[in-house]
């Protein structure tokens, strides 16, 4: 079935350097979510991407859609102490109605 | 508008016990879904569903029944629990237009069996 990986697992950054993470699926995406989950909290949306090689940019957050919509990256441009939390990717093939999500990259910041 | 409601917060289980975690919406989306979170392997899609009268299979069904009586409500059933099923549990919800729109969670639920 489809599977979606994310890495690195575990980030810690000193506030201001930069960070980002990876998501790659076994199977061609018709679309990509992105969420954040702060400690304790619920996950939150963040974006979608649809085209293939489609670039989003939300303030210093930056979301890649690959070539092959089989990958996507979320860059965040000089880290703050707000951006603590959890950060998914989420895949849905065409076709199916499930969003497969990915294992979650966790980001630390420390001030 | 509350959004997506789920009860109860917290719950501890004995094994063998049955039990229903509520979800309810109240923005008339047609997709509803429930997932779980365990440490490390992010959220898993347990069962979801397109609209009344309809549900499918997620990725982890087994142990678990839904029914989608209404467009509101998309309850999750645990008949005999297992300490397997320790987790917290979220709801999602979404429109549905050439395909699914962004996910809605609830706060979720935290399920202890013991």
């Known amino acids: 079935g489809q599977q979606v990986m994310q890495i690195p697992q575990y980030q810690h950054v000193q506030e201001g350097e930069d960070f980002t993470t990876y998501c790659n699926s076994s199977?061609?995406?018709?679309?990509i979510q992105w969420y954040k989950q702060r400690p304790g909290g619920h996950p939150v949306f963040l974006i979608q991407?649809?085209?293939?090689?489609e670039v989003k940019k939300q303030k210093r957050l930056t979301f890649q859609f690959g070539e092959a919509k089989k990958n996507s990256s979320l860059h965040i441009t000089a880290t703050q102490t707000t951006d603590v939390g959890t950060y998914f990717c989420?895949?849905?093939?065409?076709?199916?109605?499930?969003?497969?999500f990915g294992t979650g990259t966790r980001l630390k910041v420390l001030a | 508008n509350a959004g997506v409601t789920q009860t109860p917060k917290f719950q501890v289980l004995k094994t063998g016990q049955s039990m229903t975690l509520q979800c309810a919406q109240d923005?008339?989306?047609?997709?509803m879904s429930w997932y779980r979170q365990d440490p490390g392997m992010g959220l898993r899609l347990i069962h979801y569903?397109?609209?009344?009268?309809?549900?499918d299979q997620g990725e982890v069904p087994n142990g678990y029944n839904v029914s989608r009586s209404t467009t509101e409500d998309f309850p999750l059933r645990l008949l005999s629990a297992a300490p397997s099923q320790t987790s917290v549990y979220f709801c999602?919800?979404?429109?549905?237009?050439?395909?699914?729109?962004?996910?809605?969670f609830g706060e979720g639920s935290r399920l202890t069996v013991l």
């Open positions: 199977t061609t995406l018709s679309n």
């Open positions: 569903s397109v609209g009344a009268g309809i549900t």
């Open positions: 989420a895949g849905r093939t065409s076709g199916t109605y499930k969003y497969i």
């Open positions: 991407l649809v085209k293939s090689g």
């Open positions: 999602a919800s979404s429109y549905r237009d050439r395909g699914i729109g962004e996910l809605f």
């Open positions: 923005m008339n989306h047609e997709y």
